[in-house]
C-alpha cells in the first residue's frame, strides 16, 4: 500500500512539474531581442559580403534567409509545448489514470 501512493504520489508531481514548465517558462524576451538582433545583423554581412563580392547570389540568399527563419520559428515552436506544431502527447498519463 505503501509503495503504491508513493509512486502516485510521484506520477503527481511529475504531471504538476510538466505543466509548471509548459505553462510558466519560456524563453526570455531578452534572448529573443538577441536572437533577432544576430539574424538581422548576419542577414545584413551576408549581403553586405554578397554585393561587395560582385555577382548575385539570389538563390543562396534565399536559402540562407529561409534556413535563419526556420531555425527560429522552430525553437519558438519549442518553447511552447502546448501550442504550435510540435505539441506534448498526454496520452501515457491519460493511460495511466485509467489503469489506476
Request: glycine content about 6%; hydrophobic content about 50%; aromatic content about 8%.
Amino acid at each position: 500500500h505503501l509503495a503504491y501512493a508513493t509512486s502516485l504520489n510521484d506520477v503527481i508531481d511529475l504531471h504538476t512539474s510538466r505543466v509548471v514548465v509548459a505553462l510558466k517558462y519560456h524563453i526570455h524576451h531578452t534572448v529573443w531581442l538577441v536572437l533577432m538582433t544576430v539574424s538581422v545583423l548576419s542577414m545584413f554581412a551576408m549581403g553586405f559580403q554578397f554585393g561587395y563580392g560582385g555577382g548575385r547570389r539570389v538563390m543562396l540568399c534565399f536559402v540562407l534567409a529561409l534556413t535563419f527563419s526556420l531555425v527560429l520559428m522552430m525553437i519558438e515552436d519549442l518553447d511552447r509545448p502546448l501550442e504550435g506544431t510540435i505539441t506534448v502527447d498526454n496520452q501515457p498519463l491519460a493511460e495511466l489514470l485509467k489503469t489506476m
